[in-house]
């Protein structure tokens, strides 16, 4: 549902009106995803000059979730032995940003915070869960932290961070 004037290719930002609860945020893309969608923008420009949507379905439409997991479903398959889905990608995004930040020493309310808000959650103990899927980072962070590991880390409300 991203509409042409929600994507700012000159700053490479994105405003988000539709995500998870529906909450607004925005999203700094990096430079080589920036390039990537100018250069989709230019092809796709071609094909529909006045289209409402960034990413256009037929009859100025936007593509429907179904769509989306249906057209990943086969292109995956096609190219990949493995298992995934177009939800699984959002997960990888999430587990690569935390598991860069193992070496880096500690910034890490702002990290998270910043991680949190590209990804829409509406609180961090939504961001939190994701820890449970990064292999060692509890250990990781424990070895670092000593006793104030619980302090840093408290304990995730399951059923909030199945938002």
């Known amino acids: 549902m991203l509409r042409v004037k929600d994507v700012d290719l000159c700053h490479g930002i994105i405003d988000i009106h539709y995500s998870k ?12 995803m920036l390039g990537l969608l100018k250069i989709y923008d230019a092809a796709i420009r071609k094909l529909y000059p006045h289209r409402a949507y960034f990413f256009p379905a037929r009859g100025n439409t936007f593509h429907t979730r179904k769509w989306v997991q249906k057209n ?6 096609k190219n990949n032995n493995s298992h ?8 990888h995004y999430a587990i690569e940003n935390i598991n860069c930040w193992t070496d880096e ?7 998270l915070l910043s991680l949190s808000k590209s ?12 820890y449970t899927l990064v292999p060692r980072i509890a250990d990781i962070l424990e070895e670092k932290t000593g ?17």
């Open 147 to 163: 006793m104030d590991f619980e302090s840093i880390l408290p304990e995730v409300d399951y059923e909030e961070s199945n938002e």
């Open 84 to 91: 995934a889905t177009a939800y699984e990608l959002r997960h």
């Open 72 to 77: 990943f479903r086969e292109l995956w398959d």
């Open 119 to 130: 990804m829409g959650h509406s609180t961090l103990e939504s961001t939190k869960y994701y």
């Open 21 to 32: 609860g529906h909450a607004q945020h925005y999203v700094v893309l990096h430079d080589s």
């Open 105 to 111: 020493g500690f910034g890490f309310d702002a990290k």
